[in-house]
């Protein structure tokens, strides 16, 4: 595989709207029909959009927090499946530059320079709750690990070169592996059928006895153990998803008023998009999306500033900017979504023009994480300063 390396923020920006108005095309088939975006994938690959945030002395551009959102707002806009399977990609990203030895770092970020992708094999079901990881590292006497344990909602692993595996290790201490998509005793099932996000592939990972070389073992633990930017920089791309799905709701909402939409006979006027009840319900759903936006931008910038200057105040600030965004985007994405079928009409509910994917795509996707807890700890730092947890969900 070979991919093309992105220079700097400009080019990296200019890459992102060029394929989502390429995807946008195409995605309200492949959710309609499940097509696996496999194709669309390997173009990413190729457009070095996946190695933007490889460091600059190992030769990559190392984009801000505010170009790699809206890098997602973007693609998001034109497919919300499409632009959730890379989410995890980056995060793991994130863990290699945080606590990967220099060796360990120059590997994979020559991975990630030549277009390979990572998956994500972390949460699991039947447990206690999302941090009850029970996949296990079992040490081997040659200094190797024996990793085992089943992974559910296990997004781009279908698709990946390499799967990092969360799980624990001997002392109970939370670890990444990186494993092989083809490596022994590795499965993926494509059992994923969720309403919304359709061609994620968000099936199961089977690990039975899968070996791994102790130089493809993060101690991710040791992140939480200090002012950290991880779950910051993972939710900032989750909110820009629920952004971009609110903006690409409410543009196909207004290209079919202005398209196949008749006016209501009580209105007066010639079209649909001149009846002033149309016309205000749309200009309050633009104010909701800009203010999803505007919070999305003000989060990243607050990542960036944290990088620059990595403290407890700073990493808390981050987190807690992030959380705003990720609540604001939420609600957008899942009102704008359902306001759509309000403002097109009756025969936006029809199958045929596929208007329904916005909302499923937007009510699936944020209940990834339950916003009424960031809320929880943007108020208890309003009230009491508490900083946030670091627990990697904010």
């Known amino acids: 595989m070979s991919a093309h390396v992105i220079a700097d923020d400009a080019e990296a920006l200019a890459a992102a709207a060029a394929l989502a108005a390429e995807f946008r095309t195409g ?12 194709e669309e994938l390997d173009r990413l690959s190729a457009s070095g959009l996946l190695a933007v945030t490889v460091p600059a002395e190992h030769g990559g551009a190392d984009v801000t927090a505010l170009t790699l959102a809206e890098i997602f707002r973007l693609l998001a806009s034109a497919d919300g499946s499409l632009a959730q399977i890379p989410q995890s990609h980056f995060a793991y990203v994130n863990v290699i530059r945080r606590q990967g030895t220099q060796d360990q770092r120059k590997f994979f970020f020559a991975e990630l320079l030549a277009g390979r992708r990572f998956g994500n094999a972390q ?10 990881i029970r996949t296990r590292l ?9 990793l085992a344990g089943v992974k559910h909602y ?6 990946a070169d390499w799967i990092p595996v969360l799980a624990r290790a001997e002392d109970d201490n939370l670890h990444v592996a990186y494993v092989p998509r083809d490596a022994p005793g590795l499965t993926v099932v494509d059992d994923w059928d969720g309403m919304g996000q359709r061609t994620t592939a968000s099936g199961t990972v089977r690990l039975e006895a899968v070996e791994v070389p102790a130089d493809r073992v993060f101690p991710h633990h040791l992140t939480f153990r200090g002012p950290q930017l991880h ?32 006016p209501w006979f009580e209105s007066g006027v010639d079209t649909a998009a001149e009846d002033p009840l149309l016309i205000q319900r749309f200009g309050e759903l633009a104010v909701q999306v800009r ?32 959380a705003a965004a990720k609540v604001q985007a939420a609600q957008t994405a899942v009102e704008v979504a359902s306001a759509l079928f309000e403002v097109s009409g ?3 509910a029809l199958n045929s023009p596929n208007l329904h994917r916005h909302w499923r795509d937007a009510r699936t996707h944020t209940l990834h994480d339950p916003a009424r ?8 730092h309003v009230l009491n300063g508490t900083r946030p947890p670091r627990h990697g969900l904010l």
Do not use: M
Not at 234 to 261: C, M, N, P, W, Y
């Open 27 to 38: 995605a309200s088939a492949r959710d309609a029909e499940r097509r696996l975006p496999r």
């Open 123 to 132: 949460s699991e079901a039947g447990t206690k709750h999302v941090q009850d």
């Open 138 to 146: 079992e040490p081997q006497p040659d200094g190797s690990f024996l």
């Open 154 to 159: 296990s997004t781009g692993a279908l698709f």
């Open 231 to 262: 779950g910051a920089v993972a939710q900032l791309l989750h909110a820009a998803i629920d952004a971009g799905i609110a903006g690409g709701a409410l543009a196909e909402a207004a290209e079919f008023v202005r398209t196949k939409s008749r």
């Open 291 to 322: 203010a999803s936006e505007a919070l999305l931008r003000e989060a990243a910038r607050a990542v960036d500033a944290a990088r620059t200057d990595l403290t407890d105040d700073t990493a808390a600030e981050a987190s807690l900017a992030v």
């Open 346 to 348: 009756t025969r936006s």
């Open 373 to 380: 807890w960031k809320i929880q700890h943007i108020g208890r």
